[in-house]
Structures are given as C-alpha cells and as structure tokens.
C-alpha cells in the first residue's frame, strides 16, 4: 500500500468523524499520538510485525471519538491483513460514585484485504462495558460482538497507575484476559470457518512530560494468544497461525491541544 493512498485513507477517515461532532462537546481536546511498535499484536493475533502508529483522540467529556492506524514498516504479509485503520467512538454514563457504563463502536478497516484471500475489508464490533474505579484501580469488562464475522467477544481487564514521584512521573500497569468465538471468520469460506481462541495481555508503560502539552511514553507488554483453532463444516479443527506470543516495545509521542 503506497504512502499516498493511505493518507488519503486517513484524510478520509478525519472527515467522516465530523458526523460524531453531536456527541461531543463544542471545543474537545485533542491528542494527536505516532508510536512505534515491534510488533502489532491484537487479542493475541500477530496481525503485522515492527510498525507506525498513527492516531487522533478527541475527548468530550463524557463522549470519546478517534481514528487509529497500524501501518507496517517492515513491508506487507501476504498472511497477514495489514495495514488497518480504526474508527471509533464511546460514551461513558455515571451508574454510581465508582461504576461506569460505557456503550460504544469500532470499524476496523483494512483497504488491502480484497488482494488478501478470507480477510474482510471492513469489521463492525459495538461494545459495552462496564467499569469499577477505585483510588488508583480500574477494573472493567467489555462484551464485544463481531457483526461481521458473527461472534461474540468478553474480555475483562484491570489497569493500575503507581506514581514515581521521585521522576515526576507514574508507572501504568495493565493487564487483560480474553475470548472469542467468530461462527464465519474468513469471508468467502464455503462452508463457513469458525475461529475461536483465548488470549492475555501485560503490559508496563512511563510517560515522560516534555511540555504542558507533549510527551513520550515508553513501554513494553507481553501478549499471548492459546487455543485458537480453525475449523470449517465438520472437518478437524486445526491451529491459528496468526496466534502468537511476542514480548512488544513502544516508543510514542503525543500531542494535546
């Protein structure tokens, strides 16, 4: 995929968000972030390897929206469905002091796929997830469910934040579990290919504040995907070769205004 057509993909994607204008408020922050990763891994799955990330958060309070990018460095996959481009959008509603209900989407995009064999080019999850917050803990769990590949996905996840006074920063810890189970996961299987697995994350980050309004965060996490199989009609399921277990590095910056 050449550099130019994917900018035009993301100019492309700026624009439709303006139709998420309504649900935020009238002047909300804006994050512009560009990481480097060793490998781009997503519940489990090694879906590129050493990659730029690109993404724009807007935060309106209570309502989130954003674009987010993974555009391989090291060259294209025929095995793998890069590079991808993600719309996404949330809104976060107070049940109590410490619980918070959050409805939202994702479109996962990936403009290559029509020359790749069983990969869609679009993917369509809305998500609900429910959190608890307690001084300095997050626990939540998300139910995802995949429209296109007709599947559901539960995930629970617990994040923490330890300051690091002495460095003026904090260390953020994070750590997920995962399961999915996608009834037509590749497109064009006759009859259909069901894929389900498992998957976990840890992962360690520190941002490092270089003015009131930009950083850079350094991190590494460890992700792993397990009884991930592949099966079609009544044949012998048989492993997912997209699963993997990588420790990945990032370096980003960001940006607020």
């Known amino acids: 995929m050449t550099t130019c057509k994917c900018t035009a993909l993301i100019i492309t994607s700026v624009a439709g968000m303006s139709g998420f204008a309504p ?9 512009l972030t560009s990481t480097l990763v060793s ?35 090291d060259g294209e996959s025929a ?5 991808e481009i993600d719309l996404y959008a949330s809104r976060t509603f107070a049940l109590h002091t410490s619980w918070r209900l959050t409805p939202g989407f994702t479109l996962y995009a990936y ?33 995802y469910y995949d429209l296109t590949r007709k599947g559901p996905i539960l995930e629970l996840a617990a994040a923490i934040a330890l300051p690091l006074k002495k460095f003026g920063t904090e260390l953020d810890l ?29 992962g360690a980050s520190v941002p490092f504040q270089i003015t009131s309004t930009s950083s850079i965060r350094i991190g590494v996490s460890h992700s792993a995907g397990f009884n991930s199989l592949i ?27």
């Open 23 to 31: 649900m935020l408020q009238s002047a909300p922050s804006v994050t």
């Open 39 to 73: 490998d781009h891994l997503f519940r489990g799955q090694r879906l590129g390897g050493f990659s730029f990330q690109p993404a724009i958060h807007l935060n309106g309070g209570d309502s989130v929206a954003g674009i987010s990018a993974s555009i391989p460095v």
């Open 79 to 83: 095995d793998r469905p890069d590079p």
């Open 111 to 143: 403009p290559d796929a029509s020359a790749r064999s069983g990969y869609d080019r679009a993917i369509f999850e809305p998500n609900l997830a429910l959190s608890y917050t307690i001084p300095g803990v997050r626990l939540t769990s998300t139910y």
């Open 174 to 202: 994070a750590a997920s579990v995962g399961e999915y189970r996608l009834r037509d996961a590749f497109k064009n299987a006759t009859p259909t290919k069901r894929l389900s697995g498992n998957y976990w994350t840890l």
């Open 231 to 257: 099966q079609q009609g009544a044949t012998v399921r048989t492993g997912n070769p997209l699963a993997a277990r990588r420790v990945v590095a990032q370096l980003g910056y960001s940006l607020s205004f």
